[in-house]
């Protein structure tokens, strides 16, 4: 049974989705995701989203549990490369992006690390498997989207 727990794994969470809320409006996405996915994806998408970002409400922060440390690198690794590709996208020139379409996924990629990293930490399997099919349908959404210049 899921029970609220304090402190949880959300509160880590928590800076990630203000440098989402901040930082979205100024990645250059627009100039090149221009088509649309299909419904079915963009709500299976929606639907894991909400599923990933408030199940951490009920994974306390347990420090004896035996994959805390490991999860806790994964989770710092995670984020650092994943502001990382924000930044990068943010300060490149459109120029340089059109060259180097990789970069435009990167943000929908590496959120992964940081998910496994909660789940090691939260020491919960069930988690990884969430989140790896999240990014999988994320990742296909850009694919749907993406359109060259």
Same mark, same amino acid.
């Given at each position: %049974?899921?029970?609220?727990?304090? &402190?949880?794994?959300?509160?880590?969470?928590?800076?990630?989705?203000?440098?989402?809320?901040?930082?979205?409006?100024?990645?250059? @996405?627009?100039?090149?995701?221009?088509?649309?996915?299909?419904?079915?994806? @963009?709500?299976?998408?929606?639907?894991?989203?909400?599923?990933?970002?408030?199940?951490?409400?009920?994974? *306390?922060?347990?420090?004896?549990?035996?994959?805390?440390?490991?999860?806790?690198?994964?989770?710092?690794?995670?984020?650092?490369?994943?502001?990382?590709?924000?930044?990068?996208?943010?300060?490149? &020139?459109?120029?340089?992006?059109? /060259? %180097?379409?990789?970069?435009?996924? %990167?943000?929908?990629?590496? *959120?992964?690390?940081?998910?496994?990293?909660?789940? @090691? %930490?939260?020491?919960?399997?069930?988690?990884?498997?969430?989140?790896? @099919?999240?990014?999988?349908? /994320?990742?296909?959404?850009?694919?749907?989207?993406?359109?060259?210049?």
């Amino acid at each position: %049974m899921l029970k609220l727990r304090f &402190p949880n794994l959300f509160l880590i969470i928590v800076p990630i989705l203000i440098w989402n809320i901040l930082f979205s409006s100024k990645l250059p @996405l627009d100039h090149f995701f221009s088509l649309s996915a299909p419904q079915w994806l @963009l709500v299976s998408e929606n639907i894991l989203r909400l599923i990933i970002f408030t199940l951490p409400l009920f994974m *306390p922060i347990n420090k004896e549990n035996k994959y805390f440390i490991i999860g806790k690198r994964l989770f710092i690794f995670g984020v650092i490369i994943y502001f990382i590709s924000w930044v990068v996208l943010i300060i490149l &020139p459109l120029e340089n992006i059109v /060259h %180097m379409a990789w970069l435009l996924y %990167m943000p929908a990629i590496t *959120p992964l690390v940081w998910l496994i990293g909660i789940s @090691l %930490m939260g020491d919960l399997a069930i988690y990884s498997g969430l989140s790896i @099919l999240f990014i999988i349908l /994320h990742v296909s959404e850009f694919i749907f989207k993406y359109q060259q210049p």
